[in-house]
């Protein structure tokens, strides 16, 4: 058991900021209270604690060919299964691989980030060498997984229904990358079994105004409208949505995970933030392929804030951004969201610091007046001291 004495502590839903003790043990929050001071106590005079993050989109697999094809399009790069990215990962080693996803891995939570959802390539094989790299690291990641055969115009509804069952056993949900490369029928079997079994159903959609049009064109709805009905539960992107987009999504309670330094790598434009909140849409944020961007956060956060502020000439309130990468994934009080078996939040990230919840937290040097902007403006990997995750305490740097 350890307590934190004196510092700030972003409590709740609403992270309020409070300044108190906490004492944390057996992977759960004991007691939040002033007058707490059980077992190691650490002085946290100076200090502020934040919900760890839950980076809502990686593909932490191409952590070996960082900035690689840089100045290329989207489907050059990215396109399964002959973009740049899939021709230099066949040539890798499999050591290779597993050594660069422990270091992306490190890297995350060196930044504050204890949960990852990755969207795993290559198979069971994929989600195999995944679960391999991030054996002794205090990392939890959600693995959505994919296979070749969910491309393959010839395969059965069978051998579709099968693969995705084999999947399933060993991952949290299933990820596809479009619906430019994926039938309605892979779709279909996909969400299906993922809603049998509780896991999680997501699909890339929107990401350019391209692919957009040619939903319309081609089936006479936009690819957010064909994700919602087929029910996939979380969407990546969203980054052109069309009005009636935007109340689907919030009106079905789905989840979105924009990828702000994505889009902006790839010359794709800057998602509408704005409307998004006025919709009250659950938002979570993701720094995606690992060859395009670090895994860290609080540069996502950082650029997210500011680019948002400049494009459209109006202040975004700071803690919306930080809920973004913190308790927007466990739900929110006001809604049932199991309802919508969006189960991630509720048995995997429990980011909300109150009483009796699992551990899940960094601590780090306050130096501004603003807790919020202390997290997304001023923090930098060395200020991090320490970070929880369940019944793990790992001290990053001592020296406050
Ligand atoms: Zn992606």
Not at 120 to 148: C, F, N, Q, W
Not at 193 to 199: Q, T
Not at 257 to 280: D, Q, V, W, Y
Not at 366 to 378: A, E, H, M
Request: charged letters at 25%; hydrophobic letters at 35%.
């Amino acid at each position: 058991m350890k307590t934190i004495v004196n510092t700030i502590i972003l409590k709740g839903h609403d992270l309020t900021p409070i300044k108190s003790n906490i004492s944390i043990g057996d992977g759960k929050i004991i007691e939040i209270s002033d007058e707490v001071f059980e077992g190691e106590i650490i002085d946290g005079t100076g200090t502020m604690i934040c919900p760890s993050f839950l980076n809502g989109h990686t593909h932490i697999g191409d952590s070996i060919i960082k900035d690689c094809g840089d100045g290329k399009s989207i489907e050059e790069l990215v396109k399964p299964p002959n973009g740049l990215k899939h021709l230099l990962l066949s040539e890798c080693s499999d050591d290779k691989i597993i050594s660069s996803m422990k270091n992306s891995m490190w890297d995350m939570i060196k930044t504050g980030t204890t949960h990852f959802i990755d969207y795993r390539e290559g198979s069971l094989k994929g989600i195999k060498l995944l679960k391999k790299a991030a054996i002794d690291i205090p990392i939890t990641p959600i693995v959505l997984g994919r296979d070749p055969i969910f491309h393959d115009s010839q395969a059965t509804e069978d051998d579709i229904r099968k693969t995705t069952l084999k999947l399933l056993k060993y991952c949290d949900g299933i990820g596809l990358s479009g619906f430019s490369e994926i039938s309605k029928e892979v779709c279909e079997i996909v969400t299906e079994e993922c809603i049998n079994r509780n896991k999680i159903s997501s699909i890339h959609v929107g990401e350019y105004l391209k692919l957009q049009k040619k939903s319309l064109k081609e089936t006479g709805k936009t690819e957010i409208e064909r994700s919602i009905d087929l029910n996939f539960k979380l969407l990546i992107h969203s980054t052109y949505p069309t009005n009636n987009d935007l109340n689907l999504i919030s009106e079905n309670n789905k989840f979105v995970t924009l990828c702000p330094r994505s889009n902006g790598a790839l010359n794709l434009g800057i998602p509408p933030l704005t409307k998004f909140i006025r919709e009250k849409i659950n938002m979570l944020i993701g720094t995606d392929n690992i060859m395009l961007n670090s895994p860290n956060l609080m540069r996502e956060m950082d650029y997210t804030l500011k680019t948002m502020r400049a494009y459209y000439k109006r202040y975004i309130d700071p803690k919306k951004i930080l809920k973004m990468a913190t308790v927007n994934g466990c739900g929110n009080s006001s809604n049932n969201l199991d309802k919508y078996n969006l189960n991630f939040y509720s048995t995997i990230n429990k980011a909300v610091i109150e009483e009796g919840n699992d551990v899940q937290l960094f601590i780090t040097k306050l130096t501004s007046k603003n807790p919020y902007l202390n997290v997304i403006n001023r923090v930098e990997t060395d200020d991090v001291i320490g970070i929880a995750n369940k019944d793990k305490f790992l001290y990053l740097n001592n020296e406050k």
